[in-house]
């Protein structure tokens, strides 16, 4: 007869089924779980230096609308064609597709493999692996998601659409011409800057020259203005910021120190992650 992980007889398609259904419960009551203690003492800006700080940034953008973005409409064009030609082939790694589709596929794939019948060491391997993959794709989905509904309210024209105007607006719009601020693709760069950074701080300098550069790549295709890079910049580090609060508050992958700075915890080994998906199959 044949075994599946070692465990009794291959289950039928139902119990395979339910056990997905349970797994799926499991993970979205644990995301949605109320904070531990530890976690309502995570360090932050009071409420002045919060105010302080957003200010700062509001001021950045449009300052940067005022001084920076007409500037760059009129140079733009004159810029070698070559340039422009490296920089589109860069800006295509700034899409969120490229972070999303790994890591949400390698999700499905652990969800695929979970399984009661796992011995307890697979099982806690799969967990935290899953926990650190459901976290970087929300990190960088969530301010992504926001940023692409937002952009079409505002309705900004993107640079040249209505010649140098760098005041031209049409709210609402929900026009591909019309969605310029902010920038979708340097708000995934900057969220993947944090999320991956808070996991792998070693990555952190990496992942800064990665993030700059998608962000000039967008300016330089003539895609987005200076100003809305800037504000994809700031969105994209705040949103994943607030979701790395999130899953450490609930100790997912990260834990709050007594003084309310995070940390990441440690995470399973390659060779782990391996041992526990490996299938393990033997006949009777």
């Excluded at 490296?86 to 589709?101: E, N």
């Excluded at 060491?121 to 935290?128: E, H, M, N, Q, T």
């Excluded at 450490?248 to 995470?267: K, M, N, S």
Aim: hydrophobic share 50%.
């Amino acid at each position: 007869m044949s075994t599946v992980d070692g465990v009794g007889p291959a289950r039928d398609a139902g119990t395979w089924l339910r056990e997905r259904e349970q797994n799926l419960r499991a993970t979205l009551a644990t995301l949605c779980r109320p904070p531990r203690p530890a976690g309502r003492r995570i360090a932050g800006p009071d409420a002045g230096r919060a105010a302080l700080l957003a200010a700062a940034s509001i001021g950045a953008v449009v300052g940067a609308m005022w001084l920076v973005d007409p500037w760059s409409v009129a140079n733009i064009d004159r810029l070698p064609q070559r340039l422009v030609a490296a920089f589109d082939r860069l800006s295509d790694l700034g899409r969120s597709g490229w972070f999303l589709w790994p890591t949400g596929l390698a999700l499905i794939a652990v969800a695929l493999r979970d399984s009661p019948a796992l011995p307890r060491f697979s099982r806690g391997v799969l967990a935290a692996w899953s926990v650190r993959l459901g976290f970087v794709f929300c990190a960088i989905a969530v301010p992504g998601l926001f940023v692409t509904i937002v952009k079409r309210l505002i309705g900004r024209a993107r640079p040249l659409v209505e010649g140098y105007d760098v005041w031209a607006y049409h709210p609402f719009s929900w026009q591909v011409d019309y969605a310029s601020l902010p920038s979708g693709h340097v708000t995934t760069a900057f969220s993947a800057l944090v999320a991956i950074g808070a996991l792998l701080p070693s990555t952190r300098a990496l992942l800064w020259i990665y993030a700059v550069m998608i962000a000039l790549s967008r300016v330089v295709v003539g895609a987005h203005h200076p100003s809305d890079v800037i504000a994809a910049a700031v969105v994209g580090s705040v949103g994943a910021l607030l979701v790395r609060n999130w899953f450490a508050a609930r100790r997912l992958g990260f834990v709050v120190r007594p003084d309310g700075t995070v940390q990441p915890l440690p995470g399973p080994s390659v060779r782990r992650i391996l041992k526990a998906v490996a299938p393990r199959r033997q006949s009777a």
